[in-house]
């Protein structure tokens, strides 16, 4: 069973690491379910562990790292974040099984508003091409990143997870290069002219996980 948590209001990010590290635990000690935590955070930048510091080129809102995979990402109003908290005891040991998974529940969830996700090779995280803007120089077809993925595991358990953007300030994303990637960009769902409330992306993404993680 899979425990859904919606937190309203901004979650400072510390407080986050806190609860995960915690439920992270009780998940092992099978004292507590596996849970899926929604939140909105103050505008920060995360530092995954392969962060390179010369891709913070504004430290204009606080850095924390993060310990989780990847480099640098933005988290702030407007961005939902889905902390996944699951045993991977139960449903297999296999880290790149897993993330290709979390692509697919949010390919999955955007596909419900008509967004066309997709994957990279050689970049983790979930894409959006856009004919309508000008190529890089070498003819390269732009593409726009709508959802970070970053995870860390304790003990096969699962905490951090993905990040949508729904309606953030597009701009905060300048203090960084955004997961080490130069030359495309990022977007949000109200970016792309879509009138996307949060609460209508939680539902999908209810939906979504059902038929990627706990298909009937």
């Known amino acids: ?23 992270v635990a009780a998940i092992h000690s099978r004292t507590a379910d596996e849970a899926i935590w929604l939140v909105e955070h103050p505008p920060l930048y995360s530092a995954g562990t392969s962060a390179r510091a010369q891709d913070l080129l504004d430290a204009r809102f606080p850095v924390h790292p993060s310990g989780r995979g990847g480099q640098y990402t933005y ?32 390919i999955e969830a955007l596909a419900q508003f008509g967004i066309t996700g997709q994957i990279s090779e050689g970049r983790v995280g979930v894409w959006v091409p856009r004919p309508d803007k000008a190529p890089l120089p070498d003819g390269t077809l732009r593409e726009d990143k709508i959802a970070a993925i970053g995870v860390k595991l ?59 993680f706990d298909p009937a």
């Open 154 to 212: 304790r003990r096969w358990v699962s905490f951090h997870g993905i990040s949508v953007n729904v309606d953030p300030d597009l701009g905060h994303y300048g203090g960084i290069v955004p997961c080490g990637i130069s030359g495309h960009g990022v977007t949000s769902l109200v970016d792309l002219g879509l009138p996307v409330a949060m609460a209508d992306l939680d539902v999908a993404l209810r939906q979504a996980f059902g038929t990627v």
């Open 1 to 23: 069973m899979v425990e859904w948590i919606i937190s309203d209001g901004l979650t400072p990010y510390d407080d986050a690491v806190a609860f995960m590290e915690a439920r």
């Open 75 to 106: 988290h702030g109003p407007g961005q939902r974040v889905a902390y996944v908290m699951l045993d991977l005891n139960r449903r297999g040991r296999d880290v790149r099984a897993f993330v290709a998974r979390l692509e697919d529940w949010v």
